[in-house]
């Protein structure tokens, strides 16, 4: 079974908060394919990839790796010999399938989130790990194809618009979508700055420290990761987000839906299929499934900037969401919730 690893967040039923590795559970639970989600906290994360075997998403000038997540094992595969290849290169591929390999699991096994702080051993999970959202997508449509729910756009169905000709056609080479630019944006304005917020209490000062790390460096990441910038010195005090009504709120939501505007136009003349319109064609695709994790994302944590979003033409957005709640959801049992 594939297992994704995410960050818990302090709402009632621990729903994380990260576009990102929404993304990855929207993929699979459409795909239909069995996973459960796990909770690691960022403070443990870097010890955690390591023993997983995960590649870094990031290779800082001074050599520091840096991890994010999501990131997913899959049991179903032994990961390859060499930890150094490259788990992003189109022709890293596992070494085999295999039936039962508990028992090498639980030689290396990490005895509790406790021993994760020290680290263990220098073991390494014997399971395919793999880090960064676009590897992850890619590793669940080589290994679990379904010709009928296709993850990326097919040729045919990309080049029958103009407009979708913007998203690849290729799992080799997956170009971004011209609006993941915009959600980023909004995430960054809205969003990031409330993650100390959401966050449980043992987690608050990491994301306080890492929002000013990420200031301080001028950038947002792919993933939810650490930054390659030091600190040290810097003021973590926590950034507010822009009031509503304000110049600044103003601004970044008519920014936004400028940016949008040629997605939502996209998705009005759309011809509807049983259960579309969707973006490439009569099925969702990966920009589907953007479009899905970052307005979830929005909605839960900025419902009023959600609500600006879908105003007017602006709810072929959040039809669009309507459709794909149900696998962008995060369900726990009673018991998971309470053994958490």
């Not at 096994?109 to 960064?132: H, K, N, R």
């Not at 110049?247 to 940016?259: G, M």
Request: with cysteine.
């Amino acid at each position: 079974m594939i297992t994704l690893y995410e960050f818990p967040s302090n709402l009632s039923d621990q729903t994380p908060i990260s576009p990102y590795t929404a993304l990855i559970r929207t993929a699979l639970n459409y795909r239909r394919i069995p996973f459960q989600s796990e909770f690691i906290s960022p403070r443990h994360l870097r010890t955690f990839a390591r023993y997983l075997g995960a590649e870094p998403t990031e290779i800082c000038p001074d050599g520091e790796k840096k991890w994010t997540v999501p990131i997913i094992v899959d049991d179903a595969f032994l990961r390859r010999p060499s930890v150094a290849v490259s788990l992003h290169e189109q022709d890293a591929r596992p070494s085999g399938k295999v039936d039962d390999v508990q028992a090498e699991a639980e030689k290396v096994a990490p005895t509790g989130l406790g021993g994760l702080e020290e680290g263990p051993s220098g073991e390494v999970s014997p399971f395919l790990a793999i880090s960064d959202s676009l590897a992850i997508l890619r590793h669940i449509e080589r290994e679990y194809p379904d010709p009928e729910r296709p993850i990326f756009p097919l040729p045919s169905s990309a080049a029958s618009t103009p407009t979708a000709a913007t998203f690849s056609s290729s799992i080799i080479a997956v170009e971004t979508p011209e609006f993941f630019d915009a959600l980023c944006r909004l995430c960054e304005v809205f969003v990031d700055p409330l993650a100390p917020s959401f966050a449980p209490v043992e987690d608050e000062e990491f994301w306080v420290n890492s929002l000013a790390t990420r200031r301080a460096a001028g950038r947002s990441d792919d993933d939810d990761a650490e930054s390659c910038t030091d600190t040290a010195g810097q003021d973590t005090a926590t950034q507010t987000i822009p009031k509503l009504g304000s110049s600044e709120f103003e601004s970044a939501v008519q920014e936004a839906r400028k940016a949008l505007q040629p997605t939502i136009s996209l998705l009005l003349h759309s011809s509807p299929s049983q259960d579309g319109p969707w973006l490439t064609g009569p099925t969702p695709t990966y920009p589907d499934f953007i479009l899905i994790a970052w307005l979830r994302t929005i909605e839960i944590c900025a419902p009023v900037l959600y609500k600006r979003l879908v105003e007017g033409d602006g709810k072929a957005l959040g039809v669009i969401l309507e459709r794909g709640r149900m696998w962008a959801r995060f369900e726990r049992t009673k018991e998971e919730w309470e053994m958490s």
